[in-house]
T-cell receptor, first 111, second 115 residues
């Protein structure tokens, strides 16, 4: 069974204070690891897909990295508008194409 | 493009009432999904449809039924609502079963309260 654990559950940062969110996963044959952003009252919005260890993707102040056991979402010099819940999901090759989601990290960036 | 559209946005039901949540996507996606999201529980899959004409149970299907009306539309029905079904419901779509690298695209949810 695929499993995804995100940490921390909640993170408070000051504007400009860089940090990282963690997504640890257990999957039989990783087909893809996905990061989403969810704003209050909205549905999750797709950010990145990572496929293999060593891969990195960037978008503005966000950079996602992948190892064989975990992924990090690095936030550089965050701004208050980066405040959201960040979700991680994995798809494995174990038979089901349904992604498994973590419970998310709630990020608040104070001005 | 509207992406994934869900209606209604908000709904209040009394215990025992029934209702149907509607979902439509305009991305020509093959697969569609219904999730519920509760505090501390994350996203839990209720039902999904790999392609038009097929539906399958997810993690928490009890108390729900679905209909894949056509390629665009996937509805979720609560036959007899219970307070435990108070939640935020999200519909999502993706390119298809054969596309493991295709992300899910979500609607903005239906906030349901059952009293």
């Amino acid at each position: 069974e695929d499993q995804v654990t995100q940490s921390p559950e909640a993170l408070r940062l000051q504007e400009g204070e860089s940090s990282s969110l963690n997504c640890s996963y257990t999957v039989s044959g990783l087909r893809g690891l996905f990061w989403y952003r969810q704003d209050p009252g909205k549905g999750p919005e797709f950010l990145f897909t990572l496929y293999s260890a060593g891969e990195e993707k960037e978008k503005e102040r966000l950079k996602a990295t992948l190892t064989k056991k975990e992924s990090f979402l690095h936030i550089t010099a965050p701004k208050p508008e980066d405040s959201a819940t960040y979700l991680c999901a994995v798809r494995g090759s174990g038979g089901s194409y349904i992604p498994t989601f973590g419970r998310g990290t709630s990020l608040i960036v104070h001005p | 493009n509207a992406g994934v559209t869900q209606t209604p946005k908000f709904q209040v039901l009394k215990t025992g009432q029934s209702m149907t949540l509607q979902c439509a996507q305009d991305m020509n996606h093959n697969s569609m999904y219904w999730y519920r999201q509760d505090p501390g529980m994350g996203l839990r899959l209720i039902y999904y449809s790999a392609s038009e004409g097929t539906t399958d149970k997810g993690e928490v299907p009890n108390g729900y039924n679905v209909s894949r009306l056509n390629k665009r539309e996937f509805s979720l029905r609560l036959e007899s609502a219970a307070p435990s079904q108070t939640s935020v419901y999200f519909c999502a779509s993706s390119s298809g079963q054969g596309s493991y690298n295709s992300p899910l695209h979500f609607g903005n949810g239906t906030r349901l309260t059952v009293t």
